[in-house]
């Protein structure tokens, strides 16, 4: 078993799926192209990173809808939306305001909401906030591991939707991280990904 | 005469370049449909950050062919993949702190003529968004403007010995510059009249 992650190609991409930071975080990558002919149930986790075009995910849906209903993790982080491709999703996207941290003193109002979660022995508040994109009305029994300041999830565990288990975020920390802008990203990829290897495929 | 605009993103186009395309000056084709077809009819061709660079590969002969005859291709964003024989992989600033993004023209150049590049350097005050690297500069190259004190360049053009020219902006797309009521239509404008040949002789 193992980690696929999807590989849409741009620089952002490659830099964060192929570069030596985090290359031994995935076993296998595969372009969206190339998903009909990969064997999903082979893997434990399916990520697909920010900004995958979603026109390159329609036509994988069922199959992704199938890989969830075999018990199938997969992980959708943000600009990607996920909601044409993935079971369950409901955004809402917002304006961005890159510049919320000009003001003295001021608060994105970015919050963990589950302190107790094993991923938060990796990742601290200021890990999760830089900034927003939308956020989400999950359905009922949804484990949210971070919210917003109206607290709405920006990052949950979604295990009722399908037999499977989806970790949706509107977190964007491939493109930036992969862009060298925003050291908070990495500061999240360098938690997320080893807790990912860790909650879903230890060796 | 047909510039293509490589549309490689989900959702629409840039809107500096809506007014190009509606006047017929620019093709945008989706990355997923390109076709050789496409790149035998064009003169040149513009792509952005959000290129898959992956899949790009496949158009090197393509591209090739449209350089050979005198073609010219705008490249937005980092450079990881070689598509054509001279281009180098893209090297980010390690560490920045605010010096190092001070921006500098070099040499002249019509798609930023009258633009002063400090006033690119900073949106709302903050300074990164223009670029964070540089493309290397082929042999033969000219650097149009430098990026931090060893004038890095991060904005050049190459005319290819076999043919074509090539421009790079290592950064965030030239067409979205300055925000809002910043000179990024105007940028946009020039990098399709550049593409075909209006500008830049």
Redesign the interface.
Known sequence: MSILAV??????H??SLEGARYAGCFDRLV?P?DLAAERLEEHKVVLIPC?T????MLAHRARLADYLGNGGTIVATGES?SQLFLPGITFTPQPTN??WW?TPGADLGVRIAAPGHALFRRLAQRDVTWHLHGWFDPPPGVEVLAVNGEGRPILYVDEVTTRGRMIITSLDPFYHHG???MPATTRFLDGFLPWMREEFDPR | MTILFIHSHYGPLPAPYEAAVADGRLLGVREVELTSDHFEAATGLITTTHLDQVGFLACRPALTRLLDRGGRWFFNGHLLRIFVEGLGIYEPIRGARRPDYVLTRLNPHAIFDGIEQRSLEENRGVAGFYGRGHNPLPGGGLAVNGIGPDLLPIDWEWRRPAGGRIFSHAGNDLGGMGGEGGPGALLAERVVSWCEGRIGS
């Open positions: 590989h849409p190609g741009a620089y952002y490659i830099e372009r192209e900004r075009p979603a026109d390159r939306e890159f510049w000009l862009s060298h802008f």
